[in-house]
C-alpha cells in the first residue's frame, strides 16, 4: 500500500524525473520505482487522450489498440516495460490509467479545440477549461502532377514506408509539395490525411513561428532580455539572456539531462512555471550550444502575454492547420517544445510559410526576412553531427545533394518537415520510430530532391 508520505514524495519527485527515469531504469516492472510508474501512467494517458481525442475532433479515427501499436511502441526503454500492463478507461473528454494499488489513477483530459492536459500527480478530478472554437472553413490543399520523374518519385516514397530508410523506422506518413502543390502524398495503416500525430520537437520550429509572428505585430523584440519574472533581480546573471539565445540554444542554463529531457512536465503534471525557469547558468550567455526543452519553454513563456490577444490557434487557422492542437499543462501554460498534435498536410502548409517569405494569401505574417533568420547558423554549432543548428531550426547545408539553403524542423520518433527555398519544395515525413532506429532524412530529401530536379 502507498502511505501518504511516500505519495507527496513521488508527487515532489516528478519536478525532476527526467533526470531519475533516464538514469535509472527498471530491469522488470517488479523492479520499477514509483516514480517510473507514475511517469508511464502519464505517458500512456496523455498519449492516448491526444491521439484518440484530436483524431476524432479532426473528422478521422484511432483506437487506443491502434495507440498501443505504434504510439507506445519503442519509447524510452524505462517506462515501456510498465505500459503494456496499465489499463486504459476512456470517458467522454478523459482517459485515466490506474498505476498503483493505492493512489489515483493518472487523468488526461480534453478539450475541443485545445487537445488534452496530463492532471497533476493525485488529482481525482478533471480540469475544466472552455472550448477553444477553431475555424472550420479552409480550402484544401491543391494536387497536382510532379516536375520531375513521377517514377522515382514514388519509388522514393514507397522505400520510406518500407525501411528504405532506416531498418525497423515506422513512417505513417509523406507529404511532398512542390510549388505549393501536392505532388506526393501516402499513409501507413490508421493513419491518413486527417490523422493528427505529436509534432515532438518539431513544435519548436511552430514556435519559433509564432515568435516571429509576434516580432512582426511590434510586439517583441528578440534581441531583448527575454521577459522572465524569476530573472528580473537586480544582480541576476540570468537577465543577460535573450529571446534570440533561447531560440538559438545558446542560454548557458545547465539543464538536467544531455537534451534536457522533461518528463516531469511532459508526462508527470508539473507546469511549465515551475520546472524552466530556475536553472542556473552554467556557460556565458551565447557561447555554448545545448540542445534543451528548457530553452524553447522559456522562449515561449517570454512572450506568453501575447497569447491573450493572439494564441496559437489563431495563427495556425490563418494558415488552414485547422486540424493542429496546441497542448498546454494543467496550469495553461503552452508546452512548445513538443506537445502540438497535427496532420502532415498541416505541417506542409507550415513549410509553404517560408516558402513564401512569411507571406500568407497576400497578408504578411512574419517579418520580411524572417526565414533567413532562422535558417542562418549565427550562434555556437552542434559539436558533432550533421546538421547546423539556426534559431529553433535545424540547417541541412552539410547534406550531400540537399542544396545549402534547406533548412528543417525535427522531432523525435521521426517528424521531419524539410524547406528548401531554392526549389519550392517541402517534404514532410511523419513517422513512429522506435528507440535507436533512426530514419534517414537527409537521404530521403536528397532522393526526392533527385526525382524532381
Not at 494499488?101 to 478533471?126: D, K
Not at 529553433?392 to 525535427?410: E, I, L
Request: proline residues 7%; hydrophobic residues 40%; glycine residues 10%.
Amino acid at each position: 500500500m502507498m502511505t501518504l508520505s511516500r505519495f507527496a514524495t513521488i508527487a515532489t519527485a516528478l519536478s525532476l524525473a527526467s533526470a531519475v527515469a533516464a538514469q535509472t531504469p527498471p530491469t522488470s516492472p517488479a523492479s520499477a520505482t514509483p516514480t517510473h510508474r507514475a511517469l508511464a501512467a502519464g505517458y500512456k494517458a496523455l498519449t492516448v487522450c491526444s491521439a484518440v481525442f484530436t483524431a476524432r475532433e479532426a473528422g478521422a479515427d484511432r483506437t487506443p489498440a491502434s495507440v498501443e501499436a505504434n504510439e507506445l511502441v519503442g519509447i524510452y526503454p524505462e517506462l515501456q516495460p510498465l505500459i503494456g500492463a496499465m489499463p486504459v478507461e476512456m470517458t467522454a473528454d478523459a482517459v485515466s490509467v490506474a498505476w498503483d494499488e493505492a493512489a489515483p489513477p493518472r487523468i488526461a483530459t480534453y478539450t475541443a479545440g485545445r487537445g488534452c492536459v496530463i492532471e497533476p500527480m493525485g488529482a481525482t478530478q478533471t480540469s475544466r477549461r472552455p472550448p477553444l472554437a477553431r475555424s472550420t472553413s479552409v480550402s484544401e490543399l491543391p494536387t497536382a502532377a510532379p516536375r520531375g520523374d513521377a517514377t522515382a518519385l514514388d519509388s522514393a516514397v514507397d522505400r520510406a514506408f518500407s525501411g528504405g530508410f532506416g531498418v525497423g523506422t515506422n513512417t505513417t506518413g509523406v507529404v511532398v509539395l512542390q510549388e505549393g502543390r501536392i505532388v506526393a502524398e501516402h499513409y501507413a495503416a490508421d493513419f491518413g490525411p486527417h490523422v493528427p500525430q505529436r509534432t515532438w520537437s518539431v513544435a519548436k520550429s511552430l514556435a519559433g513561428t509564432l515568435i516571429g509572428a509576434a516580432v512582426h505585430r511590434g510586439e517583441v523584440d528578440v534581441t531583448a532580455s527575454a521577459a522572465i519574472a524569476n530573472w528580473r533581480a537586480p544582480g541576476d546573471p540570468r537577465g543577460a539572456i535573450t529571446l534570440e539565445a533561447l531560440m538559438r540554444m545558446s542560454s548557458g542554463l545547465t539543464s538536467d539531462t544531455a537534451g534536457n529531457r522533461t518528463d516531469g512536465l511532459y508526462f508527470g503534471g508539473t507546469t511549465v512555471d515551475e520546472q524552466a525557469p530556475g536553472w542556473p547558468l552554467l556557460a556565458p550567455v551565447g557561447s555554448t550550444y545545448r540542445y534543451a526543452n528548457n530553452d524553447t519553454l522559456l522562449a515561449v513563456m517570454a512572450i506568453a502575454p501575447t497569447f491573450e490577444a493572439h494564441p496559437p490557434a489563431e495563427l495556425f487557422d490563418r494558415l488552414g492547420m485547422t486540424h493542429t492542437f496546441a497542448e498546454t499543462d494543467w496550469r495553461g501554460n503552452y508546452i512548445l517544445s513538443s506537445q502540438v498534435w497535427t496532420t502532415a498536410r498541416d505541417l506542409a502548409r507550415f513549410g509553404q510559410l517560408y516558402l513564401q517569405n512569411g507571406v500568407w494569401e497576400g497578408e504578411r505574417i512574419l517579418p520580411e526576412g524572417w526565414e533567413t533568420f532562422v535558417s542562418t547558423t549565427s550562434g555556437p554549432q552542434p559539436p558533432t553531427g550533421a546538421f547546423g543548428y539556426g534559431a529553433t531550426f535545424w540547417v541541412m547545408n552539410r547534406s550531400d545533394g540537399v542544396p545549402a539553403d534547406a533548412f528543417a524542423a525535427f522531432g523525435n520518433r521521426g517528424q521531419y518537415v524539410v524547406i528548401v527555398p531554392s526549389r519550392n519544395l517541402v517534404i514532410v515525413r511523419r513517422g513512429e520510430d522506435p528507440a535507436g532506429k533512426g530514419f534517414d532524412i537527409a537521404a530521403f530529401a536528397r532522393d526526392v530532391l533527385a526525382a524532381l530536379d
